[in-house]
């Protein structure tokens, strides 16, 4: 059984700084909007429910907001060559731009923010429609990467004001992902800890978990991660760099496509995974192929659990323990053609952990995929 590191110690305590209470949308720039909709609505389970562009006075860009549960993404795509947008896009291809934070105060929030060190990208707007008001603004964080603070207590609109509502052309079912879970951030050499250090001097987070080396590492490709947290525990962020292995660590892979440090996965949660992942797979989501001898010697690594291990096994998924419960988890490959970006499909059954007892039955597979893209 493997156990995860808990920090005790009252430092690495989370405090409410910031009035950040949860994730918001998570905003991604990609190159056709229009397409990704498809592929998150009829491969993932999301459902596009609200649009910005053209038909709605927005001369810029198109967004879709694609929603499953209380988990929402927004797809956007620049119409002209010269934005931020396409800037973006062309040098770190499809990629999550804006982690959205649902704070109590939009305004106090940004200004804590900026007296405690951070960088200011939109100063705090107010937007109205006949939803009621949302008052935004935002700060920088690693890379490219933006923190959009999202004040939305009086608001009853889809997303913000300014989108319409949106109907796909075909309906789909949802999968069963019901939230974000948590957001992982890439970082280049030696950044983990200045990053961490942001996190906690900036916005009061906590440190959740850490992960050495010697923990995450296989024979060839490996890394540090460090798991941060705010007050509630509803926001978790593990800051991953990579580390000296016999050959290029798979976060190295992520930087040298992305350009940047950026966002490696986002894990959605979902109550029943086995059939979560068992749609998504029929629905043409490919995911890291599990070996068949990680269930050999499962039950004797994480005891008992209530999923029938035979059926775990068919769907790939994978499963790990701390001292609070278990979790199931699983990731897909990356879902543009860089090896950047991917999702994780999680469950928590009281764990707190993030799978470190995975990482090595894991990181074989995910080794095995770089090499074949000619990148180990
Ligand atoms: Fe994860």
Redesign the pocket.
């Known amino acids: 059984m493997v156990q995860d590191t808990v920090p005790k110690s009252s430092d690495k305590a989370a405090k409410d700084v910031l009035g950040v209470e949860d994730f918001d949308a998570v905003e991604f720039y990609v190159g056709n909007a229009y397409q990704a909709a498809y592929y998150y609505q009829h491969a993932l389970g999301f459902k596009p429910v609200a649009y910005s562009g053209l038909k709605t006075g927005n001369r810029d860009s198109a967004s879709y907001v694609m929603q499953q549960g209380r988990a929402k993404i927004i797809l956007t795509s620049s119409y002209h060559p010269s934005s931020d947008i396409s800037a973006h896009q062309m040098m770190h291809g499809d990629g999550a731009k804006a982690i959205g934070l649902r704070v109590r105060d939009a305004q106090v929030a940004y200004d804590k923010a900026l007296e405690r060190g951070a960088r200011g990208v939109i100063e705090p707007t107010t937007m109205k429609d006949e939803y009621g008001e949302v008052r935004i603004s935002a700060i920088e964080t690693y890379g490219d990467t933006v923190h959009k603070f999202i004040e939305r207590d009086g608001y009853d609109g889809l997303y913000l004001p300014g989108y319409i509502p949106y109907t796909a052309p075909v309906e789909t079912e949802e999968e069963g992902v019901v939230r974000i879970?948590?957001i992982?951030g890439n970082v280049n050499w030696h950044q983990m800890d200045p990053t961490v250090q942001f996190y906690h001097e900036v916005f009061g987070f906590g440190t959740l978990l850490e992960f050495s080396p010697d923990d995450i590492n296989t024979q060839y490709s490996a890394l540090s991660s460090k798991v941060v947290n705010n007050y509630n525990d509803r926001v978790k962020m593990?800051i991953n760099e990579p580390a000296h292995g016999l050959k290029m660590s798979q976060i190295e892979e992520y930087i040298n496509y992305y350009h940047a440090a950026g966002v490696q996965?986002i894990?959605l949660s979902t109550n029943d995974i086995i059939s979560t992942v068992k749609n998504m797979r029929a629905r043409g989501v490919e995911f890291i192929n599990v070996p068949k001898t990680y269930y050999d010697e499962l039950s004797d690594r994480v005891g008992e659990i209530k999923e029938d291990i035979q059926e775990l096994a068919k769907y790939g998924i994978l499963v790990d323990r701390d001292e609070h419960g278990y979790l199931l988890?699983l990731?897909t490959k990356p879902i543009q053609d860089r090896p950047t970006f991917f999702f994780?499909v999680?469950s928590r059954k009281g764990c707190r952990g993030?799978?470190k007892g995975n990482f090595k039955a894991l990181f074989e597979p995910i080794e095995r995929e770089q090499a074949e893209r000619g990148n180990l």
């Open positions: 879970d948590h992982v593990p996965h894990a988890q990731f994780e999680i993030f799978g």
